[in-house]
C-alpha cells in the first residue's frame, strides 16, 4: 500500500480528501504526518499531538460496493483492526469507547475519524483517519489522555507500529464482507468500554442520564438501558458517555 508522508499539513483527512479529487484512480493510499495543525476528532472536537511522537494518520480507500446504510460496519471493523495491530505490538488491555475512541486502562490513547466520499448517493471512498498516542508523555489540561507509552513503560519505533496499523486495517478493509457483519458487530461490542457497567451519560440538553451499555445497532446507535429496563438507542449527537 502507497505510504505518502509530510512534514506537517491541517489535516490528514483533508489531504487524502484532496488527493482524491485529482486521482480517483490510484487506489489505496496512506497520509502520515509529523505534525498536524488543525486535526479533528468526533463532535468537531480538535485533536492536539506533539510533532514526531505520536502516530496522526488517515487511509484512503476506495469503496465502490459500501453502501451508506452500511458505514458503521466500517467503522466497527477498522476499530477491530487496531485492537489486533496493537495486540501484534504485545498491548493487550484495548477496549473501543462508542462510537471509535481507543481506550487502555480507563485511558483514551487514539482516536478514529472516518469521512465517506459520496457519488450518486453510493460511498465512492471512505478516509479513515487515525490519531494513535505512541510516545507523547505528558498531555496538559487532558487528564484522561494517555500513551502506549505511558502504559507500558516501553518507547515504541514509530514506523513499527505504522507498518502493523496499516497492514491490519488493509486486511480488515480488502477482506469486507457484509455477510460477516453480525460477527463484526459482536466482537466489536465484546470490547466496547464501559459495556454491561453502570454509566453516566450527558445529554445533548446538558441533563444528565444513568444508564447500561448494552450494545450497538447495526447503524451504530448505542443501545443503553435506562431505567425501568427500557432500551433506548442514542445518536452520536444526543449523548456523551462521562468517564
Do not use: C, H
Not at 494518520?57 to 466500517?74: A, D, R, T, W
Not at 476499530?79 to 477496549?95: C, E, H, P, Q, S
Not at 464482507?177 to 454509566?199: H, P, T
Request: charged share 25%.
Amino acid at each position: 500500500m502507497r505510504i505518502i508522508k509530510v512534514s506537517a499539513t491541517e489535516s490528514t483527512n483533508n489531504l487524502a480528501k484532496e488527493w482524491y479529487v485529482s486521482n480517483k484512480d490510484s487506489g489505496a493510499v496512506v497520509f502520515v504526518t509529523d505534525e498536524q495543525t488543525a486535526g479533528r476528532g468526533q463532535r468537531g472536537a480538535t485533536w492536539n499531538s506533539n510533532r514526531g511522537e505520536n502516530l496522526t494518520m488517515s487511509l484512503l480507500f476506495p469503496l465502490p460496493s459500501l453502501e451508506i446504510n452500511e458505514q458503521f460496519l466500517l467503522s466497527a471493523g477498522v476499530g477491530l483492526a487496531i485492537t489486533k495491530a496493537l495486540k501484534l505490538l504485545n498491548f493487550n488491555t484495548v477496549r473501543l469507547k462508542w462510537p471509535n475512541d481507543i481506550m487502555a486502562a480507563n485511558k483514551k490513547i487514539g482516536g478514529i475519524l472516518i469521512e465517506n466520499i459520496l457519488s450518486n448517493g453510493r460511498i465512492a471512498a471512505s478516509v479513515i483517519g487515525l490519531g494513535l498516542n505512541v510516545n507523547q508523555q505528558i498531555f496538559p489540561d487532558l487528564p484522561q489522555a494517555s500513551s502506549l507509552r505511558n502504559l507500558s513503560s516501553k518507547e515504541y519505533e514509530l514506523e513499527e507500529v505504522l507498518n502493523v496499523v496499516v497492514k491490519s486495517i488493509e486486511d480488515f478493509v480488502n477482506t469486507l464482507d457484509r455477510n460477516s457483519s453480525e460477527k463484526i458487530f459482536q466482537k466489536y461490542e465484546a470490547l466496547l468500554f464501559k459495556k454491561d457497567k453502570i454509566s453516566t451519560f450527558e445529554l445533548k440538553d446538558g441533563n444528565f442520564l444513568t444508564g447500561i451499555i448494552v450494545g450497538v445497532t447495526s447503524t451504530g446507535l448505542l443501545k443503553v438501558r435506562v431505567e425501568d429496563e427500557v432500551l433506548k438507542p442514542f445518536d452520536l449527537k444526543e449523548v456523551k458517555l462521562l468517564f
